[in-house]
């Protein structure tokens, strides 16, 4: 039975986390980001969607004069991230919201890239979060998410990750989610997968949709 994840405990841990997000977890998993950076397809004027954008970590590394929307579940992670849009001289356009990624309020085959860095593993049903990325993003549209993604059943280090999953969901995600499986059922084509992050402990995993 996989760790469950309550969705209030998590809009309260990531608020009480925000103010120091980026000096804790920016060092942690900074790295990850970046390089997923790597595989960002560089057009100018795309729509992308970003869930679980936080304080704003990644937005200085968006190619110039992207249309980006970036949604989070806590309201304090988007106010930093609002803050520090102000500052970024790129020509792109940022738009914020409050928002349940279970739950997107955009129409279908909207978005050119939608990016969900360190995500899929803190929600309460991560299918569902899939399906909706697979909605609302074009067809031959980019996904690229970063997330720890659970070993290989069978394995020793997958069967330590499924008894550590109750341990850190009291951090902020759990550990016994295969996150390339989910996305593969929510019909997302998975075209590369990267490790990436301090002993390569998270995948950059990239994708498209039909």
């Not at 899929?120 to 991560?126: E, H, K, M």
């Not at 697979?134 to 394995?155: D, F, M, Y």
């Not at 989910?182 to 998975?190: H, N, P, R, T």
């Amino acid at each position: 039975m996989k760790c469950q994840v309550n969705p209030r405990y998590m809009e309260r841990l990531y608020s009480f986390y925000s103010p120091f997000y980026k000096y804790v977890f920016g060092m942690l998993l900074g790295p990850g980001r970046r390089k997923a950076f790597n595989y960002v397809s560089r057009q100018p004027n795309q729509k992308v969607l970003e869930i679980g954008v936080g304080p704003g970590s990644t937005l200085e590394f968006y190619p110039p004069k992207t249309k980006l929307v970036g949604i989070d579940i806590s309201s304090a992670m988007i106010q930093i991230a609002r803050k520090k849009a102000v500052n970024i001289n790129s020509g792109s356009r940022f738009d914020f919201h409050v928002m349940d990624a279970s739950r997107l309020d955009f129409p279908d085959n909207h978005f050119d890239i939608v990016m969900a860095a360190y995500v899929i593993t803190t929600v309460q049903d991560p299918h569902k979060v899939c399906r909706e990325i697979h909605r609302v993003l074009k067809p031959g549209g980019q996904v690229i998410a970063i997330n720890h993604t659970r070993s290989q059943n069978g394995s020793l280090w997958g069967r330590i990750e499924d008894v550590m999953a109750p341990v850190f969901v009291r951090v902020g995600f759990t550990t016994d989610l295969d996150v390339i499986r989910v996305m593969k059922d929510a019909g997302l084509k998975i075209q590369k997968t990267v490790p990436c992050n301090l002993l390569n402990t998270g995948r950059i995993i990239t994708g498209t949709k039909h």
